[in-house]
């Protein structure tokens, strides 16, 4: 549970503690990213849909499709977004590294404490790349504590390297979140 590597699914209720938002709310999220009603937006590493409901809500002409590695995450992302009153979301269990979406198919791409935990990291960002449209947005929010956390300087360098402009941030210490434009 503390380590590093996937969020076992056995403690994903964790995840879903309202407590959490203490650190990061899903409405401040959707405001960190400046959301849009038509933004067709990606969640990698949905988990068990926390902040899923919030980013659907915001984007309710584009659309959300969810994305998680362990299909029991995708299952407990869908049944809360079904709880929440949202139907028609897309949902996928898959691999980061290998997305089966479309070139240019999303106008912004959501990781919220995940990025950390993709085995093959440059992969995953140079897909990331690639279902973005150009000048399409990627938000990554890392949290303090997180034992798969990275840096300032890696996401500069890992991302600068892929194709990605950095444009703003937003938060603190607990939870930062950080946008970057694909070139």
């Known amino acids: 549970l503390s380590g590093r590597g996937l969020y076992p699914v056995r403690y994903s209720w964790l995840l879903t503690l309202g407590l959490r938002r203490l650190i990061l709310s899903p409405a401040e999220l959707c405001r960190r990213i400046g959301l849009r009603p038509d933004e067709r937006v990606v969640e990698i590493g949905c988990g068990p849909g ?42 996928l269990a898959a691999d980061a590294a290998a997305l089966p979406l479309s070139d240019a198919s999303a106008d912004v791409v959501v990781l919220v404490t995940v990025l950390g935990e993709i085995a093959d990291r440059a992969r995953a960002i140079a897909e990331f790349r690639r279902i973005l ?24 360098s890992e991302l600068g390297a892929a194709g990605f402009d950095f444009e703003r941030s937003a938060g603190g210490r607990l939870a930062q979140t950080t946008i970057w434009r694909r070139r």
């Open 50 to 91: 926390y902040f899923s409901a919030a980013l659907a809500a915001a984007v309710p002409v584009g659309g959300l499709t969810v994305v998680d590695l362990q299909p029991e995450m995708v299952q407990q992302a869908t049944r809360r977004l079904e709880r929440a009153g949202i139907h028609g979301t897309a949902a």
């Open 133 to 156: 449209r150009r000048g399409g947005r990627l938000s990554i929010t890392e949290s303090w504590g997180d034992p798969d956390r990275l840096s300032d300087a890696a996401l500069r």
